[in-house]
């Protein structure tokens, strides 16, 4: 069975940084893609960045430069670094991972953003 599990949540003060990561039981490499999504308070769930099996990192256009991907194959992770976060990066990050017609969702993490 499938799992992914998030960690590395927190609260951060404006322009603070948090590593999220995402812990996969079995090999990444399998996978057509594994994802970061996140989803705040009353809207809905959105793509952040996503790590291909095959070619290269893509971010959602919000994160400007901002996040980081980080995919390590021996130790079956991907882990998203945050920087420069914003009130507005605020919400519950969720790991994804996409395996033929099977989608996969870890519980995710709170990050909270405030001063």
């Known amino acids: 069975q499938v799992q992914l599990v998030e960690s590395g949540g927190g609260l951060v003060r404006p322009g603070g940084s948090l590593r999220l990561s995402c812990s996969v039981s079995?090999?990444?490499?399998?996978?057509?893609?594994v994802e970061w999504h996140r989803q705040a308070p009353g809207k809905q769930r959105e793509l952040v960045a996503s790590f291909p099996r095959w070619g290269s990192r893509r971010y959602a256009d919000f994160v400007k430069g901002r996040f980081l991907l980080f995919r390590d194959i021996a130790q079956n992770t991907l882990d998203l670094q945050l920087n420069d976060l914003q009130p507005e990066d605020t919400a519950v990050y969720y790991c994804a991972a996409r395996l033929r017609t099977s989608d996969y969702w870890g519980q995710g993490t709170q990050v909270t953003v405030s001063s």
């Open positions: 079995t090999n990444i490499h399998s996978f057509e893609t």
